[in-house]
């Protein structure tokens, strides 16, 4: 069963939150003893993550549960970059059980999600333990819960209808998700052009005194706010790049690395614009993934005295939002 996206999420307890995790959608079964862990595509996770295809051995026969790979980093909170290079680095990895489909053979898909989540929580969950963990309701006003997900870098939240059926396949909104990113101001540089006006901005951030290169997007714009951009960063054109730590020597994971090749598409400016930018995290070589623009600071741009321009605040690292551990498992 898909998520349907959504700008806001209802409030009630006929929709109840949980955490939007950052990482792999999977299916475990369990039938004549033998356990398979899936991805939404099919592929086999059994042998990319057997610590938690042997935890899964626990589980009861005949049965099938829904849930999320995830990869936590060193500050406690879920990073898909860790997730992606798991096997060469050395962050745990949990499955974030939500749902049941099958228990002891007997189909529970058109049962409602509120007993489909106490068979969850009796019948399978306390014969289980780490890495396999629940996921959560939390209890608390959605706008609290945004908050907290905006302070702690996490991806967003997750509202599911209490009396929904499970619908393998479908986005019928009786599942809904929210992606809260973290948000912050960086300086651009430059852009890639358009046949109209400019194609993606390249921003950057300010450390002693030298902007570096974070990421380079096209999202967030519409056709009015790109050519009302465009006015606004024409008249910074210089021919010289602005960025210390240009070239790149190769595109990196996400494709999002600037190398001399694709400089040569690049349009600079002088680094006087600021905008807000979305942003889901940050990769461990200094990238942005999945950066949005927001919107271009009031007063446009920023102080003469380069050094007076802030760098990137300091990430909170403590999880207000406790996860759930093996101990919590057995008490819910």
């Keep these: 069963m898909l998520l349907l996206a959504s700008s806001r999420l209802p409030e009630g307890r006929n929709w109840p939150v949980e955490i939007k995790f950052d990482g792999f959608r999977a299916l475990a079964f369990k039938s004549g003893g033998r356990v398979r862990l899936r991805s939404r595509n099919d592929k086999d996770f059994v042998g990319r993550y057997p610590a938690i295809a042997q935890a899964l051995t626990s589980m009861p026969d005949e049965t099938v549960i829904d849930g999320e790979i995830v990869a936590l980093d060193r500050a406690g909170k879920p990073s898909f970059n860790a997730l992606q290079n798991y096997g060469s680095a050395a962050a745990p990895v949990f499955f974030y059980v939500f749902d049941v489909l099958v228990l002891n053979g007997q189909e529970v898909m058109r049962e409602p999600l509120s007993r489909r989540r106490e068979l969850l929580e009796t019948k399978v969950l306390p014969l289980l333990s780490e890495p396999i963990r629940y996921s ?33 396949g479908e986005r019928s909104g009786a599942w809904l998700k929210m992606r809260v990113n973290q948000s912050e101001e960086f300086v651009i540089g430059g852009y890639t052009p358009s046949a109209k006006n400019f194609d993606a901005l390249v921003i950057g951030e300010y450390r002693n005194r030298q902007l570096f290169y974070v990421a380079r997007t096209r999202n967030g714009f519409t056709p009015a706010l790109r050519a009302e951009l465009f006015k ?67 007063n446009g741009g920023i102080s003469a005295n380069r050094s007076r321009f802030p760098s990137r605040s300091s990430r909170i690292s403590k999880l207000l939002i406790p996860h759930c551990g093996e101990n919590d498992i057995r008490k819910r």
């Excluded at 997900?149 to 996490?154: D, E, R, S």
Aim: one cysteine or more; a neutral charge.
């Design 232 to 298: 606004k960063i024409r008249p910074f054109e210089v021919t010289r790049c602005p960025f210390a730590n240009l070239p790149e020597s190769h595109s990196g994971r996400w494709g999002v690395g600037l190398t001399a090749e694709k400089m040569k598409v690049c349009r600079w400016l002088e680094p006087r614009l600021v905008g807000l930018f979305e942003f889901v995290e940050e990769t461990p070589d200094g990238h942005l993934r999945h950066c949005k623009f927001v919107s271009l600071r009031e």
């Design 136 to 168: 959560p309701v939390l209890d608390a006003p959605v706008a609290d819960l945004i908050e907290s997900v905006k302070a702690q870098g996490l991806e967003g939240l997750v509202a599911k209808r209490l009396d929904s059926k499970y619908e393998p």
